[in-house]
Nanobody
């Protein structure tokens, strides 16, 4: 059974930090590229950060560059999103996403709420 379970969301003041985690099971984690998406109320889901299967390559949305860091631990089958200098506009549900290297399979987590107060 494939699972992506996010954790680490919550309420934080502007300027604060949070670290999201996404624990994977049921598939060969090291063969999957991982991404974090977010969706704010009334807005479309947007890509926040991406990381290659071996962690050697990362990419970020312009809105989070320099503030967020994506990383992964293939031994623990977990991907992380370190979020610093949070802004109220970062408020959203954050989703973990996995895509196989051959693009044949993709999975979503259930999401975790991040709320940044001003």
């Amino acid at each position: 059974q494939v699972q992506l379970v996010e954790s680490g969301g919550g309420l934080v003041q502007a300027g604060g930090s949070l670290r999201l985690s996404c624990a994977a099971s049921g598939f060969t984690f090291s063969m999957y590229r991982m991404r974090w998406y977010r969706q704010a109320p009334g807005k479309e889901r947007e890509l926040v950060a991406a990381i290659s299967s071996n962690g050697g390559s990362t990419d970020y949305a312009d809105s989070v560059k320099g503030r967020f860091t994506i990383s992964r631990d293939n031994a623990k089958k977990t991907v992380y999103l370190q979020m610093n200098s949070l802004k109220p506009e970062d408020t959203a549900v954050y989703y973990c996403y996995a895509r196989s290297m051959n693009n044949q399979y993709e999975y979503w987590g259930q999401g975790t709420q991040v709320t940044v107060s001003s």
